[in-house]
């Protein structure tokens, strides 16, 4: 089993930053990609940002030059650092993660989602 957990969601002001974390547990060999998605009320989920284990990264056009996503290989670990928020930033954020598991079996997983407000 593998799980992922997001932390850092909250209200914030149009301006503002926030912080989003995601860390992968369980039985894990390899993390090959891990990104970031959001889904707003009414409207489909879409790509945000995502990174491969080299560190290559792709960035929605939308959040180009204001978000900036990384990742910690040996903590199974990637982050969203968000600047210069918008309203319409308002959505639920996913945590998306492409894992080679123990049994061999290469699967993608999703975390619960962590809410991120921009309102003044």
């Known amino acids: 089993q593998v799980q992922l957990v997001e932390s850092g969601g909250g209200l914030v002001q149009p301006g503002g930053s926030l912080r989003l974390s995601c860390a992968a547990s369980g039985s894990i060999l390899s993390i090959l990609a891990m990104g970031w998605y959001h889904q707003a009320p009414g409207k489909e989920r879409e790509l945000v940002a995502t990174i491969t284990i080299g560190g290559s990264t792709n960035y929605a056009d939308s959040v180009k030059g204001r978000f900036t996503i990384s990742r910690d290989n040996a903590r199974n670990t990637v982050h969203l650092q968000m600047n210069s928020l918008k309203p319409e930033d308002t959505a639920l954020y996913y945590c998306?993660?492409?894992?080679?598991?123990?049994?061999?079996?290469?699967?993608?997983?999703w975390g619960q989602g962590t809410q991120v407000t921009v309102s003044s």
């Open positions: 998306n993660a492409d894992i080679w598991i123990s049994d061999g079996r290469r699967r993608s997983y």
